[in-house]
């Protein structure tokens, strides 16, 4: 799950801006290729020493070969011991279980320090989920099309689809290590340390909480600006439990017992509005729908913490998924956020029991709809 990832790690986040381009037919591999190469080393000035890619290696099941194609062309930039296999969770993109996919051609970059890059090999940790060896830009070559048998057929065109990560490559050109040093998120998380007297970079746990509330908030804010209002339904579930997520960090570890969130609004729109107006144009809106998400959720979890607390102190080992089911159904603690405490806690809880009584629940709802 990513988003336990967000604020833990120096590269998820749970919005980003995504650099890329499309091909319908105009251009294919080889222009694709050319042109990233073009853009990160005479563009962005990148160390071309610190570049790796990854290429296809071809799937026995689905009667594809190794792209090698791709191999040729990466072979004008980079040497061969530079260019590697890829599997096809990795180097094969599909929309789904049918419709247009094909390989992919992924780049990384090596950002460790050198004494780090002479010890051991770049190539050694593409893919490994390492901090400082990451995926900046991936090309899409889609020539299959996917049917419901599983059986791939050529497209009449070949497209192309090519994304490059906006925050990574800031971090990369800024020359520090983690996504959240660099100035898309260092004004957002200087106002939170401010908000809590705090310093960033101190203690690990508040800087964590620091971070989630910064990635938060911008997902936040623009998923309010294009239309999405939390609320306990699909898209709008996310919403609301990303907000939730960070309420319950700040209240946590930042000692941040109030709604604050809505007043970061101000300090995003100062460095963002000027490039998304409809962030200034809708800031009224933004700022009351946060506030009055963090008020409600406030009422809640400062009861619900001190209930957690209490089950936790009376039981030896796993908690009982009844306990869990009864946080959620009669004092509305979201599940995810009790696991999330639980789990911080060193402490799991009986998911099948709280699965039965979820069942339970339903049936009982279905019932009453019925009569």
Request: glycine residues 8%; negative net charge.
């Amino acid at each position: 799950n990513d988003l336990e990832e967000v604020g833990h790690d120096t590269y998820h986040q749970t919005m980003f801006e995504m650099l890329g381009s499309w091909s319908f037919g105009d251009y294919f591999k080889e222009e694709a290729i050319d042109w990233a190469w073009e853009f990160l080393i005479d563009v962005c000035h990148l160390e071309k020493e610190r570049i790796y890619v990854t290429i296809f290696e071809g799937s026995v099941n689905d009667k594809l070969e190794r792209d090698n194609e791709a191999f040729s062309f990466w072979k004008k930039y980079l040497p061969e011991d530079r260019i590697l296999n890829g599997n096809k969770q990795d180097n094969f993109w599909e929309m789904g279980e049918t419709g247009p996919c094909g390989p992919c051609s992924e780049i990384h970059f090596d950002n460790r320090s050198d004494s780090e890059r002479v010890k051991l090999k770049g190539a050694e940790l593409v893919n490994k989920d390492h901090p400082q060896v990451i995926e900046i830009w991936n090309l899409v070559f889609m020539q299959y099309n996917r049917f419901l048998d599983g059986k791939l057929m050529p497209l009449s065109n070949n497209h192309v689809d090519t994304g490059m990560g906006f925050e990574r490559l800031a971090m990369i050109m800024q020359g520090v290590s983690s996504n959240y040093d660099t100035d898309i998120f260092q004004p957002i998380i200087e106002e939170i340390a401010k908000r809590g007297s705090l310093r960033y970079g101190d203690n690990k746990k508040q800087d964590i909480a620091m971070r989630v509330v910064a990635d938060h908030i911008r997902a936040i804010v623009f998923s309010i600006a294009d239309g999405q209002l939390p609320s306990n339904v699909k898209a709008g579930y996310v919403i609301r439990r990303i907000l939730r997520r960070a309420v319950r960090y700040a209240y946590t570890f930042l000692n941040l017992r109030e709604a604050f969130m809505y007043e970061l609004v101000e300090v995003l729109i100062d460095h963002m509005g000027e490039q998304f107006q409809e962030l200034k144009a809708q800031r009224g809106l933004i700022e009351k729908v946060i506030k009055e998400e963090e008020d409600s959720f406030l009422r809640t979890l400062a009861d619900g913490l001190k209930r957690i607390d209490h089950i936790v102190k009376k039981t030896n080992g796993e908690i009982s998924g009844k306990k869990v089911f009864e946080l959620y159904d009669t004092y509305g603690f979201p599940v995810d956020l009790t696991e999330l405490i639980l789990v911080e806690k060193g402490i799991g809880f009986n998911k099948s029991e709280f699965d039965f009584a979820m069942t339970k629940q339903k049936e009982r709802g279905r019932d009453a709809s019925a009569f």
